[in-house]
Nanobody, 119 residues
Framework: QVQLVESGGGLVQPGGSLRLSCVVSGGTFDWMGWTRQAPGKQRELVASISESGLVYYADFVKGRFIISEDSAKKTGYLEMKSLEPDDTAVYYC???????????????WGQGTQVTVSS
């Protein structure tokens, strides 16, 4: 029932900005993280945020990316600025979610959105 729907990816020039969105359709989330994967490389955690507002940033994006959520905790965002070619990857949102009217937490992944930084 609950699913994560990502959007906001695309092609940008170096130094540009982009905002990714992750909508938790049919539920809410307690924690959300963003993970990226470039061709031939392992997935790496970019940033995460908990329901209490605690945030984590990988060193390679610190000061450039901002993770946030809306008041209802149904949508998470990853605002990216000063983008570099090395940021090119498929970005996935991951969240621990709760469906409406149900107990328990489920770990779900979005479908991924392509971010390409190139001239």
């Amino acid at each position: 029932q609950v699913q994560l729907v990502e959007s906001g990816g695309g092609l940008v020039q170096p130094g540009g900005s982009l905002r990714l969105s992750c909508v938790v359709s049919g539920g809410t989330f307690d924690w959300m993280g963003w993970t990226r994967q470039a061709p031939g490389k392992q997935r790496e955690l970019v940033a995460s945020i908990s329901e209490s507002g605690l945030v984590y940033y990988a060193d390679f994006v610190k000061g450039r990316f901002i993770i946030s959520e809306d008041s209802a905790k149904k949508t998470g965002y990853l605002e990216m600025k000063s983008l570099e070619p090395d940021d090119t990857a498929v970005y996935y949102c991951n969240a621990y979610t709760r469906s409406i009217g149900a107990n328990g937490v489920r770990n779900l992944w979005g479908q991924g959105t392509q971010v390409t930084v190139s001239s």
